[in-house]
Nanobody, 112 residues
Framework: QVQLVESGGGLVQAGGSLRLSCAAS????????MGWYRQAPGKQRELVAR???????NHADSVKGRFTISRDNAKSTVYLQMNSLKPEDTAVYYC??????WGQGTQVTVSS
């Protein structure tokens, strides 16, 4: 049974930082591409960043230079380091594995 459990969300002031974690189980983590997505109220879910099994990354233009995705295969965990947070980063952040597995989401709220 695939399980993705996100943690690390919360309330932070603009300019602050958070690190999200997503612990995976029930999958062969090291062979899967992993990603972070977010969904703000009234908006569609959007890609934030992805990392391939080989470690290549891509980040949405809106977060380039501020967010960094990384992975630790030994811990079956993917991270999202978020710096210089802005109010428009406020959303529920979801972890994704492969094509189709999703976590329950973690709320990130950035106050101005």
């Amino acid at each position: 049974q695939v399980q993705l459990v996100e943690s690390g969300g919360g309330l932070v002031q603009a300019g602050g930082s958070l690190r999200l974690s997503c612990a995976a189980s029930g999958i062969i983590f090291r062979v899967l591409d992993m990603g972070w997505y977010r969904q703000a109220p009234g908006k569609q879910r959007e890609l934030v960043a992805r990392i391939t099994a080989g470690g290549s990354t891509n980040h949405a233009d809106s977060v380039k230079g501020r967010f960094t995705i990384s992975r630790d295969n030994a811990k079956s965990t993917v991270y999202l380091q978020m710096n210089s947070l802005k109010p428009e980063d406020t959303a529920v952040y979801y972890c994704n594995a492969g094509c189709c597995a999703w976590g329950q989401g973690t709320q990130v709220t950035v106050s101005s």
